[in-house]
């Protein structure tokens, strides 16, 4: 009878396995969800091949864990056969398996944070010192590849984060591929309070932030038909006497014309805040993610209710999810 199960099998330094002679030892701890009665029917790409008489579930595993692009494999008890796959982020179990009774499927559990159909990508924290913009391209932080035991809670929430002393970033930003939409969000005492969805198809890992892509948003319509906005990017102006990421923002220039729709400043101190063009903003400490609380404009200037802008606020964290096609 096929059952779908979640088993815990790690392969720790130090654990030797005897195949037909030959030992095999794991240098990686791996943790895998297996499918007893289940066959993959994805086109995924087939990394390697084994087949042995004494060929077990559990050996197939093992030489997924010794394998560094191993994400998935299946083992046929009829022909003992086991076959290794690359991993793919996309693969969805209820979609990409097909029952029969002669085969074990393996995933590895690699700490994918997932809601629904959304995985998270990235979360970046306020006011802790560390820029999201760096942190973003950063390929060497992968905190869920491999998974690490040590890693705060309450940095992958969106609620009780009080304690979070670091930003959340996935490996998936690193394997931008098959992305169907984005979802950027602003929480403020755990509630989203902004959010902008993006089309994500044929995008990047920077692209996906363009007023193009845009299918709704907090501030829809006003934001979709602003003729003002400079182009949005992560990677905004970001120099000696500001530094401003993530943008959605307009009329640069002068500090008390500026607008915004969200806004990060991602480093100490801003110019416009220091010659007291703006309301007067705590900027000792970074990052600082700002958004309007209305349904257009916000603002941080002095001028900001003449202009007919609304109030900018700040949020404490600043999510982005992806859906897979």
Same mark, same amino acid.
């Given at each position: /009878?096929?059952?779908?199960?979640?088993?815990?099998?790690?392969?720790?330094?130090? /654990?030797?396995?005897?195949?037909?002679?030959?030992?095999?030892?794991?240098?990686?701890?791996?943790?895998?969800?297996?499918?007893?009665? $289940?066959?993959? &029917?994805?086109?995924? %790409?087939?990394?390697?091949? #084994?087949?042995?008489?004494?060929?077990?579930?559990? !050996?197939?595993?093992? #030489?997924?864990?010794?394998?560094?692009?191993?994400? +998935?494999? %299946?083992?046929?008890?009829?022909?003992?056969?086991?076959?290794?796959? !690359?991993?793919?982020?996309?693969?969805?179990?209820?979609?990409?398996?097909?029952?029969?009774?002669?085969?074990?499927?393996?995933?590895?559990? &690699?700490?994918?944070?997932?809601?629904?159909?959304?995985?998270?990508?990235?979360?970046?924290?306020?006011?802790?010192?560390?820029?999201?913009?760096?942190?973003?391209?950063?390929?060497?932080?992968?905190?869920?590849?491999?998974?690490?035991?040590?890693?705060?809670?309450?940095?992958?929430?969106?609620?009780?984060?009080?304690?979070?002393?670091? %930003?959340?970033?996935?490996?998936?930003?690193?394997?931008?591929?098959?992305?169907?939409?984005? +979802? $950027?969000?602003?929480? !403020?005492?755990?509630?989203?309070?902004?959010?902008?969805?993006?089309?994500?198809?044929?995008?990047?890992?920077?692209?996906?932030?363009? !007023?193009?892509?845009?299918?709704?948003?907090?501030?829809?319509?006003?934001?979709?038909?602003?003729?003002?906005?400079?182009?949005?990017?992560?990677?905004?102006?970001?120099? %000696?006497?500001?530094?401003?990421?993530?943008?959605?923002?307009?009329?640069?220039?002068?500090?008390?014309?500026? $607008?915004?729709?969200?806004?990060?400043?991602?480093?100490?101190?801003?110019?416009?805040?220091?010659?007291?063009?703006?309301?007067?903003?705590?900027? &000792?400490?970074?990052?600082? #993610?700002?958004?309007?609380?209305?349904?257009?404009?916000?603002?941080?200037?002095?001028?900001?209710?003449?202009?007919?802008?609304?109030?900018?606020?700040?949020?404490?964290?600043?999510?982005?999810?992806?859906? #897979?096609?």
């Amino acid at each position: /009878m096929a059952t779908r199960g979640y088993f815990t099998w790690n392969f720790l330094l130090g /654990m030797a396995l005897v195949l037909d002679s030959v030992w095999i030892v794991s240098s990686r701890r791996a943790r895998y969800s297996v499918n007893k009665g $289940f066959r993959i &029917n994805a086109d995924l %790409h087939q990394v390697a091949f #084994f087949s042995a008489p004494k060929m077990t579930s559990i !050996k197939c595993a093992a #030489f997924c864990c010794l394998n560094s692009e191993c994400g +998935h494999f %299946h083992f046929s008890n009829v022909n003992n056969s086991c076959y290794i796959f !690359k991993e793919e982020v996309w693969f969805t179990p209820s979609r990409d398996l097909t029952a029969d009774p002669n085969w074990t499927t393996g995933t590895l559990l &690699n700490g994918l944070i997932r809601r629904g159909s959304w995985f998270l990508v990235f979360r970046g924290q306020g006011r802790i010192g560390v820029s999201v913009k760096e942190t973003w391209y950063d390929s060497s932080q992968q905190d869920d590849k491999p998974w690490r035991d040590d890693f705060p809670q309450a940095c992958l929430r969106i609620t009780d984060y009080s304690q979070c002393d670091r %930003h959340f970033r996935s490996h998936i930003l690193d394997s931008w591929t098959n992305i169907g939409e984005v +979802h $950027f969000t602003l929480v !403020k005492d755990d509630v989203e309070v902004a959010y902008i969805l993006f089309d994500g198809t044929g995008s990047n890992m920077s692209s996906w932030i363009n !007023k193009n892509r845009i299918i709704s948003s907090t501030w829809s319509p006003a934001l979709d038909n602003d003729p003002d906005i400079h182009e949005p990017r992560i990677s905004g102006h970001c120099g %000696h006497d500001s530094c401003r990421q993530f943008r959605f923002y307009g009329s640069y220039g002068f500090c008390y014309t500026d $607008f915004l729709y969200t806004l990060t400043i991602d480093k100490v101190q801003d110019v416009c805040n220091e010659y007291g063009q703006w309301k007067p903003q705590d900027l &000792n400490t970074f990052p600082v #993610f700002y958004y309007s609380n209305g349904p257009g404009r916000g603002s941080l200037g002095l001028d900001q209710e003449s202009l007919g802008y609304y109030e900018a606020e700040e949020a404490d964290v600043m999510a982005v999810w992806v859906k #897979f096609l």
